[in-house]
Nanobody, 125 residues
Framework: VQLQASGGGLVQAGGSLRLSCVVSGSTLSRFAMGWFRRAPGKEREFVAAVSRSGGSTLYRDSVKGRFTVSRDNAKNTVYLQIDSLKPEDTAVYYC???????????????????WGQGTLVTVSS
């Protein structure tokens, strides 16, 4: 299973980006999917997750109302829409796949077996 994240870039505070994660080597509907990020000098942290069907989502408190996670199983792609960007959102963003969650989604890194390479989001003030 391979995950390829893209869509990062340099954006001014208040701007928007849409990150994409394409899954290959398997069918996306087998996995709950998560997004994590690692800011400079910090540990990797949970950002958002979506269940296999897309019917259930989770977000860390600091991104609620600004980030939206979604998926298109037919395209084997998961998205993270990021609006109202803040400088503290600057990080490398990673997508990850959890094959064990049959319903719902998890914020626990240990649940995710497959990881993409990350895409850098830089927010200027």
């Amino acid at each position: 299973v391979q995950l390829q994240a893209s869509g990062g870039g340099l954006v001014q505070a208040g701007g928007s980006l849409r990150l994409s994660c394409v899954v290959s080597g398997s069918t996306l509907s087998r996995f709950a999917m998560g997004w994590f990020r690692r800011a400079p000098g910090k540990e990797r942290e949970f950002v958002a997750a979506v269940s296999r069907s897309g019917g259930s989502t989770l977000y860390r408190d600091s991104v609620k109302g600004r980030f939206t996670v979604s998926r298109d199983n037919a395209k084997n792609t998961v998205y993270l829409q990021i609006d109202s960007l803040k400088p503290e959102d600057t990080a490398v963003y990673y997508c990850a796949a959890d094959p064990t969650a049959h319903t719902g989604a998890s914020l626990a890194r240990i649940r995710y077996d497959y990881w993409g390479q990350g895409t850098l989001v830089t927010v200027s003030s």
